[in-house]
């Protein structure tokens, strides 16, 4: 039994304008975390917002929980949808200190209880000696661990996150990652996050939704999602890849190529002759013998490996040459005739 359910939604903001989102279907378990990952402009605040209510879908059904919350143009209002939001700017109240902030949501609930409450969410995040001070005392990080505690404070069915990484700089935002899903995973809530950043969605989620121009392109793990890129956009937008053309061979795993024959990591039920495969940069490994070869053409330090540009011998001038991940401690000079191999694992045939 899915815990949230889009069904066939879309929105279109006016009429005869192309659909912000269209035909989005989607399934979450309870306690799973899900994030809608996507270029700027793709649909991600807008699904957000319809599934909290603050956006009506102009096609589709919306399910949190056992309840309908939108079907037919009938709409239940946000505040009862049992959901908690954290937007992209923390969105706290400055003239409220970090108890009353947290509190803010449980105006119905008993004055002890909600103290309680507030104290339990604190806690949880990590900041229960900070309940006097106000928002503008706090770092960014903790600010954003106030606004989640006053998301989660009510008990809400779903925890939904518009881009809460964004404001942060490179190192704060990896910390801040781990501590979010911690703090999801020990309150037992269902999330979906919003990112435009493959990195984040990969360290968060359970599963990745990617979208593109309103639409879906694929649902997957992290992993999946990585080895298994169903067409050409997810390829390039979940990580580097080489994108290249071929023709199936007869035993079907195996693809036949500007550089030679690929490996599939399995043979292929796809009876198709003219297939596109990718192949991540990773994938392709220096050897002294290797099935591969080619001068390199330019090498970039990327920090933790080299990238490689290799212009393979056997292909045509008019060619792209590969780009190959090389370890940061094999040494690699421009000219130089390397050989390679590549990993079946790292190949995939995209759309
Ligand atoms: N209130 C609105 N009125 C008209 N168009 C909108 C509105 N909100 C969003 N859009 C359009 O819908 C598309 C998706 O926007 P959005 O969901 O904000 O994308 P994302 O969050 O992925 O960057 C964009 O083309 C955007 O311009
Ligand atoms: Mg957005």
Excluded at 316 to 328: C, D, R, S
Aim: glycine share 8%; net charge negative; aromatic share 6%.
């Amino acid at each position: 039994m899915s815990f949230l359910q889009l069904q066939q939604v879309g929105k279109t903001f006016e009429k005869g304008q192309k659909a912000a989102v269209h035909d989005m279907s989607l399934q979450l378990e309870k306690g799973e975390i899900l994030t809608l990952l996507g270029p700027s402009g793709c649909g991600k605040t807008t699904t957000l917002r319809m599934i909290a209510g603050f956006e009506q879908p102009t096609e589709g059904t919306v399910k949190i929980g056992d309840q309908v919350v939108f079907a037919n143009g009938k709409s239940i209002p946000p505040e009862k949808r049992g959901i908690g939001m954290v937007f992209q700017d923390y969105a706290l109240f400055p003239h409220l200190n970090i108890e009353k902030n947290v509190m803010f949501g449980l105006n119905k609930w008993r004055v002890r209880e909600r103290k309680k409450r507030a104290k339990e969410v604190l806690e949880l995040v990590g900041l229960e000696d900070y309940a006097a001070r106000f928002p503008n005392e706090l770092s960014g990080g903790q600010q954003q661990r106030v606004a989640l505690a006053r998301a989660l404070a009510p008990r809400p069915h779903v925890v939904l996150m518009d881009e809460p990484f964004s404001n942060l700089d490179a190192g704060l935002r990896e910390k801040m990652r781990f501590e979010v899903t911690n703090i999801l995973r020990k309150a037992e809530t269902t999330g979906i996050i919003v990112t435009h950043d493959q990195k984040d969605a990969f360290a968060v989620s359970d599963r990745v939704v990617v979208m593109n121009e309103g639409e879906v392109q694929q649902i997957a793990a992290p992993k999946e999602m990585y080895r298994c890129p169903k067409n050409c956009f997810v390829a390039q937008f979940v990580g580097k890849t080489n994108l290249l053309d071929g023709e199936m061979c007869p035993d079907l795993k195996h693809v036949n190529t500007h550089i030679g024959k690929v490996s599939l990591p399995e043979q292929t039920s796809e009876i198709i002759e003219d297939v596109k495969v990718s192949i991540r940069p990773e994938g392709c490994r220096l050897a002294e013998q290797g099935m591969y070869s080619g001068h390199v053409e330019y090498v970039t330090y990327g920090g933790e490996f080299q990238e490689l540009s290799v212009r393979l011998n056997n292909s045509g001038a008019e060619a792209e040459p590969m780009i190959i991940y090389a370890p940061i401690e094999q040494d690699v000079e421009v000219g130089a005739v390397v050989s390679f191999d590549i990993t079946p694992e790292l190949v995939a045939l995209v759309d």
